[in-house]
């Protein structure tokens, strides 16, 4: 069964404390690995999209990576404004259409 | 260029009653999705539609749970005689490629 689990569930940083997220799956033929973050009471927000392994993204504080296993979400240098959950998510067997989602790592960022 | 709009954003409902989720994708997007966020849960894949078709419907209860994105007008996601166990965070999410998520409609059901 394709399964998506997500380390830490939740996480405290020091504004400026860099960390990292991680992400690992089991399914059969990876289709690309998504990355969102979620604020309370508001739907997910589109951060990032991986497809092979080795593969890299960024984006201002946010960097993506991809092993064959696993995703890292590395966070430099954090601020307060970057505190939420956040989301990696597969597509499962089927149709590209059935993401399935981790439980997210909640992260606050004290200053 | 409007996000992914969703209504009601929060929902009652009696137990019994029926409740009617509107999701109006990106413009330009023919892909909707359906999730089901519960406390403390991740969120859950429902439904895929495309215009007029129903794509993937793997995650969708065999009862009281039905979806629809007509031809004309947003998609729908219906419930009919709804539980307390229905009550939860519904998305809707629209894609060219990657999914853009909607803000939700929380439905509360007494």
């Known amino acids: 069964e394709d399964q998506v689990t997500q380390s830490p569930e939740a996480l405290r940083l020091q504004e400026g404390e860099s960390s990292s997220l991680n992400c690992s799956y089991t399914?059969?033929?990876?289709?690309?690995l998504f990355w969102y973050r979620q604020d309370p009471g508001k739907g997910p927000e589109f951060l990032f999209t991986?497809?092979?392994a080795g593969e890299e993204k960024e984006k201002e504080r946010l960097k993506a990576t991809l092993t064959k296993k696993e995703s890292f979400l590395h966070i430099t240098a954090p601020k307060p404004e970057d505190s939420a959950t956040y989301l990696c998510?597969?597509?499962?067997?089927?149709?590209?259409?059935?993401?399935?989602f981790g439980k997210g790592t909640k992260l606050s960022v004290k200053p | 260029n409007a996000g992914v709009m969703q209504n009601p954003r929060h929902l009652v409902r009696r137990r019994g009653q029926e409740a009617r989720l509107r999701c109006s994708p990106m413009?330009?997007?023919?892909?909707v999705y359906w999730y089901r966020q519960l406390p403390e849960e991740g969120l859950k894949f429902m439904v895929y539609?495309?215009?007029?078709?129903?794509?993937?419907e793997s995650g969708m209860p065999k009862e009281r749970f039905s979806a629809e994105f007509p031809k004309e007008g947003p998609s729908i996601l219906r419930i009919q005689q709804v539980v307390r166990g229905d009550s939860a965070a519904y998305f809707c999410?629209?894609?060219?490629?990657?999914?853009?998520f909607g803000p939700g409609t929380r439905l509360t059901v007494l």
């Open positions: 999410a629209s894609s060219a490629t990657e999914q853009f």
């Open positions: 399914v059969s033929g990876l289709r690309g």
């Open positions: 991986l497809y092979s």
């Open positions: 998510a597969v597509p499962g067997l089927g149709s590209q259409g059935n993401l399935i």
């Open positions: 413009k330009g997007h023919s892909h």
């Open positions: 539609l495309q215009k007029e078709n129903i794509i993937d």
